[in-house]
T-cell receptor, first 114, second 115 residues
């Protein structure tokens, strides 16, 4: 079945460091791919998305490119801030039955230190 | 600017008790979902609904029930609470199918502990 695998956390970086959080997926067909962010004590918020191969999603300085050849959707940011500390979830839309359900990775905790 | 609203935010239940998590959305979305999030894990789909009167099981439906009598509301019921149901529960909604890239909006979560 469809699945999403993210790099293990936690990831600890200093402010202004470069961030990469790896995400690979297994899916049949052509799913849409998403990154969600969860700040402490809050629900998930959509960070960015890509709906077809080679699309690049971007938002708030984060970006990710839908790579079908490597089945990846790695999240990157050139210069992280303390306020980026959160849990990041990679997800894909499960197209089976066209219900639009999301399948999530296990989440990667990012901690940015001043 | 309500979006998806869940109540209660926190609840402690005793084993065998029952309760209902309420969820309402004001965006006139057809699709609604209930997920649970266990520590260190991603979210797992419990139940979903593609419109009023229509519900279906997700990955982990056992021990739960749902109903969808209106477009706005999608309550989740735990009939006989068990410690394995200790989790954070998220309600979500989307205008159309998430598969087509429609954004899924999440509530703030409900922290449930069963002791």
């Amino acid at each position: 079945g469809n699945s999403v695998t993210q790099m293990e956390g936690p990831v600890t970086l200093s402010e202004e460091a470069f961030l990469t959080i790896n995400c690979t997926y297994t899916a049949t067909g052509y799913p849409s791919l998403f990154w969600y962010v969860q700040y402490p004590g809050e629900g998930l918020q959509l960070l960015l998305k890509a709906t077809k191969a080679d699309d690049k999603g971007s938002n708030k300085g984060f970006e990710a490119t839908y790579r079908k050849e490597t089945t990846s959707f790695h999240l990157e940011k050139g210069s992280v801030q303390v306020s980026d500390s959160a849990v990041y979830f990679c997800a894909l839309s499960d197209q089976a039955g066209n219900t639009g359900k999301l399948i999530f990775g296990q989440g990667t905790t990012l901690q940015v230190k001043p | 600017n309500a979006g998806v609203t869940q109540t209660p935010k926190f609840r402690i239940l005793k084993i065998g008790q029952s309760m209902t998590l309420q969820c309402t959305q004001d965006m006139n979305h057809n699709y609604m979902y209930w997920y649970r999030q266990d520590p260190g894990m991603g979210l797992k789909l419990i139940y979903y609904s593609v419109g009023a009167g229509i519900t279906d099981k997700g990955e982990v439906p056992n021990g739960y029930n749902v109903s969808r009598s209106t477009t706005e509301d999608f309550p989740l019921r735990l009939e006989l609470a068990a410690p394995s149901q200790t989790s954070v529960y998220f309600c979500a909604s989307s205008r159309g199918q998430g598969a087509s890239g429609n954004t899924i909006y999440f509530g703030e979560g409900s922290w449930l502990t069963v002791v």
